[in-house]
C-alpha cells in the first residue's frame, strides 16, 4: 500500500469517529462546552446549536453570565435570559446570576414584593456576596431549569477554571448546605450533569499549552466524578493532514539543493504547511494518548474573520461530517 492511500484511509477513519461523536452530541439533552480562553468555544456551540436546529430539534444555546454577550455579533441580536428566537428551531440566551437569582427567588417566594424586598436587603446581598457557591448554584440552576423546556441546550461555559469551579460547585454546595432548599437543588443539579444525556465538550487548539489544559481539565473533571463518560474533544483550527511520507522526505531533500526565488517561495510555504500539520499531529496524538475519546479536527475557516463567518464555516465543515448541507442551517438573514 503506497503512503498516499495510508493517508487516505487514516482520514477515513477519522470521519466515521468524528461523525460518531458529533450525532451522539446533537443526540444530546445538555452540551457543556468548555475549554481554554479563545479557542472557539462560542465558535463551536453555536455551530453545534445550529446543526442540532437544523435536524429539528427544539435548540436554547445558552451563554453563562456573560457580561459582553459573544453571541450577539454571531446572531445580530442580544441574547437575553428569557431568551430570543433567531431561527425557527433555535434560541439564544444569557444566564447572568443576577437573572437567574431573581428567577430562583421566584419559585422559593410567591410574592414580587417580597423577592423584591430580598434582593434589596443589605444582609442578603452580603450573604450572597459571601457565601461561596450561592451565585454558581443560582446561575446553574437556571441552566438545569432550560433542559425542561427544551430538545437539547447547549451551554457556551465560561473557561476551563471558571467552568470546572461552576460545575463542581454542586459538591461543595452540598457540603456547605446540609439541608433546605439550596442543598436539594445542588443534589439536583449534580444528577443532571452527570446524566447519560449529558456531555462534556472540550474546546482545543493545536499548541502545546491549549493541549496541556485540555488534558488537565478533563482530569480534573473525571476525578471529581463530573463526566458520566469521556467528554468530546475538539481540536480547532487543526490542519488536516495532505503531506504523505515521500512529500515530507521531499521537502527536505529539497531544502538541501541550490534553488531559484521561485522554488524558495514553494519550499517556504510547504515548510509551513508542514509544521501546521505537525503541530496538529502532535497534539492530536498527545490528546488521545491522555483522553479516551479521538480528538475531533476543525480547520481553520478563511470566511473572512468575522464570528458569524466562522461559526458558519465551522458549521458547514461539521454539518458534512453528518450530512447537513448549508442551506439547511437556515442561517438568520
Ligand atoms: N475554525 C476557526 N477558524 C477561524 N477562526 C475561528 C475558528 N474558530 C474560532 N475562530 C475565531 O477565533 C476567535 C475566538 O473564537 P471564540 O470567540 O469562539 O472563542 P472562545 O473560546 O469562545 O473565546 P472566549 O474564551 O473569549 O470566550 C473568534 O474571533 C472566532 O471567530
Ligand atoms: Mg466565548
Known amino acids: 500500500m503506497g503512503a498516499a492511500s495510508r493517508v487516505a484511509d487514516r482520514t477515513d477513519d477519522d470521519r466515521e469517529a468524528a461523525a460518531a461523536i458529533l450525532r451522539d452530541l446533537l443526540g444530546a439533552r445538555l452540551v457543556l462546552v468548555t475549554g481554554k480562553g479563545g479557542t472557539g468555544k462560542t465558535t463551536f456551540s453555536a455551530a453545534l446549536a445550529l446543526l442540532a436546529a437544523a435536524k429539528g430539534r427544539k435548540v436554547l444555546l445558552a451563554e453563562i ?29 444569557n444566564l447572568t446570576w443576577q437573572d437567574a437569582l431573581q428567577a430562583f427567588l421566584r419559585k422559593l417566594v410567591p410574592s414580587r414584593r417580597i423577592v423584591k424586598l ?9 450573604f450572597l456576596d459571601f457565601t461561596p457557591g450561592s451565585q454558581e448554584i443560582v446561575t446553574l ?4 431549569e432550560r433542559v425542561e423546556s427544551y430538545d437539547l441546550v447547549v451551554a457556551d461555559m465560561p473557561a476551563s477554571g471558571h467552568a470546572f469551579s461552576l460545575l463542581d460547585i454542586t459538591r461543595s454546595a452540598m457540603g456547605l448546605f446540609r439541608s433546605g432548599p439550596v442543598r436539594t437543588r445542588a443534589s439536583e443539579l449534580r444528577a443532571l450533569l452527570i446524566e447519560p444525556s449529558t456531555r462534556v465538550a472540550l474546546v482545543g487548539l493545536p499548541e502545546e499549552m491549549v493541549v496541556n489544559e485540555t488534558i488537565e481539565t478533563y ?8 463526566l458520566s463518560r469521556a ?14 511520507d515521500d512529500e515530507r522526505s521531499l521537502l527536505a531533500r529539497l531544502g538541501k539543493q541550490e534553488l531559484t526565488e521561485l522554488q524558495e517561495e514553494f519550499l517556504r510555504a510547504g515548510r509551513w504547511e508542514d509544521e501546521l500539520e505537525q503541530a496538529t499531529a502532535s497534539s492530536r496524538h498527545r490528546l488521545a494518548e491522555a483522553i479516551p475519546i479521538r480528538p475531533v479536527l476543525v480547520p481553520p475557516s ?11 464555516a465551522v458549521a458547514a465543515h461539521l454539518g458534512r461530517l453528518v450530512g447537513i448541507g448549508r442551506k439547511q442551517l437556515g442561517w438568520p438573514a
Open 65 to 93: 453570565d456573560s457580561q459582553r454577550p459573544a453571541l450577539t455579533p454571531v446572531f445580530g441580536q442580544a441574547p437575553t435570559f428569557d431568551g430570543v428566537a433567531v431561527t425557527e428551531h433555535l434560541t439564544v440566551a
Open 118 to 126: 430580598i434582593l434589596t436587603n443589605r444582609v442578603v446581598s452580603r
Open 141 to 144: 440552576s437556571a441552566l438545569g
Open 219 to 226: 482530569a480534573k473533571l473525571d476525578k471529581f466524578g463530573l
Open 231 to 244: 467528554p468530546a474533544v475538539f481540536l480547532n483550527r487543526a490542519t488536516l493532514p495532505t503531506f504523505t
Open 302 to 312: 478563511t470566511a473572512g474573520g468575522t464570528s458569524a463567518g466562522s461559526v458558519q
